[in-house]
């Protein structure tokens, strides 16, 4: 199947300071990319939609200006946690979308955020 | 707004023995997805099994199968033969297309905790 890798795995900063979680498509173009967070023994909750080129989708509640999000190319999607607090520790999980293709999505391996 | 429902917060089976997962889900869409999701302790989301909604056959994969009822929007998941490596959260999701924007949106159920009893 279709490979999406997520880096860093683990982050650990400090309040103040910004991170940047990286998605990648390994071996396909997608045209949309999903970021989730998922707070511990909870479901995905999605954050937001990328699309290749234009302006992400963000859910109800979540604030664009914390977590920016850019789909620079079919294969990159970053999540950026600006000025990150401890209640911004979570996990983050990216899943991408095949180019052209319906239903299926593929996941990161998930990224770890504590913020100290 | 599209829900997933998944009524059993934590399952258990002995190994070998025979476990169904329940979903139900609402919608008014007609054309949509539904996935088994299962996540073990490495958090990895892994795709079980998924189906159409216009195929009337229930989807297999080897000892997953599907039990999905369009009409009472129930989609169940029966593992067979279960094995310890079959121990992990299972999510149930619905996948509907957002109209006009050509993108998807992935609504997951809260979970289910499977424990396999060696």
């Known amino acids: 199947g279709a490979v999406v890798s997520q880096h860093p795995s683990r982050v650990i900063c400090k309040s103040g300071t910004s991170v940047k979680i990286e998605c990648r498509s390994l071996?396909?173009?997608?045209?949309?990319m999903f970021w989730y967070r998922q707070f511990p023994k909870q479901s995905l909750m999605l954050m937001a939609t990328?699309?290749?080129?234009?302006?992400?989708?963000?859910e109800q509640g979540v604030e664009k200006d914390k977590f920016l999000i850019n789909h620079a190319s079919l294969t990159l999607s970053t999540l950026t946690v600006t000025s990150a607090h401890p209640e911004d520790s979570s996990f983050y999980i990216c899943?991408?979308?095949?180019?052209?293709?319906?239903?299926?999505?593929?996941f990161g391996e998930g990224s770890r955020l504590t913020v100290l | 707004a599209q829900t997933v429902t998944q009524s059993q917060p934590e399952m258990s089976v002995q190994e070998a023995e025979t476990v169904t997962l329940s979903c139900t889900y609402d919608t008014s869409e007609s054309d949509y997805y539904l996935f088994w999701y299962k996540q073990p302790p490495s958090r990895q989301m892994i795709l079980v099994i998924r189906?159409?909604?216009?195929?009337?056959q229930n989807a297999t994969e080897n000892r997953f199968s599907v039990n999905f009822q369009k009409a009472a929007k129930s989609f169940s998941l029966k593992i067979s033969d279960s094995q310890l490596g079959d121990a992990a959260m299972y999510f149930c999701?619905?996948?509907?297309?957002?109209?006009?924007?050509?993108?998807?949106?992935?609504?997951f159920g809260k979970g289910t905790k499977l424990s396999v009893i060696p």
């Open positions: 990328s699309n290749e080129g234009s302006k992400a989708t963000y």
């Open positions: 999701a619905y996948l509907v297309p957002y109209s006009g924007a050509g993108s998807y949106q992935l609504t």
């Open positions: 189906q159409e909604a216009y195929k009337q």
């Open positions: 899943s991408a979308r095949l180019r052209g293709a319906t239903g299926e999505l593929f």
């Open positions: 071996d396909f173009q997608a045209t949309t």
